[in-house]
């Protein structure tokens, strides 16, 4: 792993980022990328400094640069360790990983100048601190104590990772058999349809040593995100969470998902998708705000990931949310099922008030229920070869495990083009 370090041993100074400092950071990126290593850096700094005018902004702006060349070739990873301020914060959007400390904080227009244009007084803590980018940017994936957790994060997020695109990512040691049982899994989910669980209760009974390392679980906590291992294989894991939004759809989810599934895809990691959703969130809001543009850059996301890519659909998967969770439909290898998986394009309730709001509410629920046991079932999606295979939850590891090894091999070739133009 190449490091690099724009940090003071002294926390309480407030360093500028000076053009050699830049041209250290751009040059520690370029060796990494061709190298083929991982690259971090720990980084403070109150902006370029004015006595070096725009050479400053050049420096910071070449190791921008080097950063987006290096995406997709090696993982990169930032800490932030007190101040990171003005032009050089965005180098944070350019690391596959941004990690906080307790005291950091990161903004490109501070406090001051919000307040001169908005009216509206803040501090730099409410601005940009660790708290405001775990829960409202997404931007810290991790927030930790101090430098030496950021560091041991790092580590730990590159176990599951190769050194760079050229490898695949290692198998890791586990004495945790491929194929044990996991009827706890089933367990888990409650007895009615609109009970709520944690999803990551699952995730971890069915991974390796019930071991799930979650990437920014304070943003989009709808969908969760994460790394985690299969029979010693790294894989990433997608999946709705019930506690949050009843596990529906809105734009930061999507982004989330979007980002996670391309990192993986970069890599080589084989994706697991854990469905249960009622379907995008609604709201004039979310409408303006684009969900259309920002819900499809999930569904590009998967659409374009040539890795293994396995789903298993635990209870709702409706309408539009259940394309977008990786479907069939957007190229996904092996999609599985438990016997409680409602496939349809909206519940039943729904679909009984809009196909026959005429009838009094007796025939309408007698209705709803012929619906619920003609239509809320993985056996028409099943027929349509929508869904591989409906498995017994006590099985579900295993059948993971044997699905990952299937598609161990899989290899697509894809088109020669410049890039994609993907929806941003």
Request: proline share 6%; net charge negative; glycine share 10%.
């Amino acid at each position: 792993m190449v490091l690099a370090t724009t940090a003071t041993g002294d926390q309480t100074a407030e360093p500028a980022l000076t053009t050699a400092d830049g041209a250290t950071l751009a040059a520690a990126v370029r060796s990494a990328r061709r190298q083929r290593l991982p690259f971090a850096a720990v980084l403070q700094t109150t902006g370029v400094p004015f006595e070096e005018g725009i050479g400053g902004s050049d420096a910071w702006g070449r190791a921008a640069r080097e950063l987006a060349l290096a995406s997709g070739v090696v993982p990169t990873m930032i800490v932030v360790c007190g101040p990171l301020v003005s032009g050089p914060a965005l180098l944070l959007g350019l690391a596959d990983v941004s990690i906080f400390t307790e005291n950091a904080y990161a903004y490109v227009t501070g406090p001051k100048s919000v307040e001169a244009y908005t009216g509206v007084p803040i501090n730099g803590v409410e601005l940009g601190g660790a708290g405001a980018h775990a829960r409202s940017t997404g931007l810290a994936a991790l927030v930790t104590p101090g430098v030496d957790e950021a560091l041991q994060a790092i580590a730990d997020i590159l176990t599951y990772l190769p050194d760079s695109v050229d490898t695949l990512p290692a198998a890791l040691a586990t004495d945790d058999p491929a194929d044990r049982q996991t009827p706890e899994a089933g367990a888990l989910l409650p007895t009615t349809a609109s009970g709520s669980y944690d999803v990551r209760s699952i995730i971890r009974a069915v991974c390796d040593d019930g071991e799930l390392l979650e990437l920014r679980a304070s943003w989009a906590p709808n969908l969760v995100t994460g790394f985690a291992a299969i029979g010693g294989h790294p894989i990433g894991v997608v999946a709705n969470q019930t506690q949050a939004l009843a596990g529906s759809i809105d734009i930061p989810a999507s982004q989330k998902g979007a980002r996670f599934v391309a990192m993986c895809d970069a890599f080589g990691l084989p994706i697991i998708t854990m469905v249960d959703t009622s379907g995008f969130l609604p709201g004039k809001d979310l409408e303006w705000r684009g969900m259309i543009r920002h819900g499809a850059q999930m569904a590009f996301a998967y659409a374009r990931a040539t890795v293994p890519r396995i789903g298993l659909i635990l209870r709702k998967s409706y309408g539009g949310a259940y394309i977008v969770m990786d479907s069939k439909n957007m190229g996904n290898d092996l999609m599985l099922a438990w016997p409680t998986a409602e496939v349809a394009v909206m519940g039943a309730k729904g679909a009984v008030e809009i196909l026959h709001r005429e009838e009094p509410p007796e025939k309408r629920a007698q209705l709803q229920e012929q619906y619920e046991a003609q239509y809320l079932t993985p056996y028409p999606a099943a027929e349509r070869l929508s869904i591989t295979a409906v498995i017994d939850p006590a099985d579900t590891r295993h059948a993971l495990a044997a699905g990952l090894d299937l598609l161990r091999t899989k290899r697509e070739r894809l088109r020669v083009r410049q890039h994609d133009n993907g929806p941003l």
